[in-house]
């Protein structure tokens, strides 16, 4: 029986290997430390590569990794050791992607950190619980950029049905006074 394509984890490193964003999906990694070592190796093992111009695949702890740089930060996808490379590579370039857009291509570490939250939403609309829900950049920079409207936006920025929800909102709490 064939299983659904998953990832392990998604990791947004800096250029000296600290976090910037990661979401783990497996237990593969039970505690905090486990995590930080897996992440450790991770970027040893990858950093004297270029992967600047398109993806690369390495393999680690029976894990695939595939991979890519820009700038000062560091994008990796994790699966299991049976999964298929193109896959996760299709996610990876999604998630890539989809962070060049939301940044407005301005992607570097201090623009990722102060966008953290669009960032973390952007992990959280590709995948969920290890399932793939979503890989074309321009459908999750579009569900991200709805989830992060601001309601106190102008209504001429806010779509249809975010004024109808800004408008249902203020009439709760207009009548719950």
Known sequence: ???????????????EGKRVAVKY????????????AFEKAVFT???????????EIAMLENHIIVYKFVQ??????????????LILATVLQGFFDAVGLLLR?????????????LILLCLDEIVDG????ETDSNVIAQ????????????????????????AREHLARSLLK
């Open 130 to 133: 290890g399932i793939i829900l």
């Open 45 to 55: 093992k990858t950093q004297k590569t270029n992967a600047r111009t398109e993806a």
């Open 72 to 85: 000062d930060l560091h994008f990796f996808v994790t699966g299991g050791e049976e999964e298929n490379e």
């Open 143 to 166: 569900k991200v950029a709805s989830h992060s409207m601001d309601a106190g936006a102008p209504l001429s920025e806010q779509t249809i049905s975010q004024a109808l929800a800004t």
């Open 105 to 117: 291509g301005n992607v570097d570490k201090k623009e990722a950190l102060e966008n953290l939250d």
């Open 1 to 15: 029986m064939e299983a659904c394509p998953s990832v392990k984890n998604i990791l947004l490193l800096d250029s």
């Open 25 to 36: 999906y497996s237990e593969d990694w039970p505690t905090n430390s486990t995590k930080e």
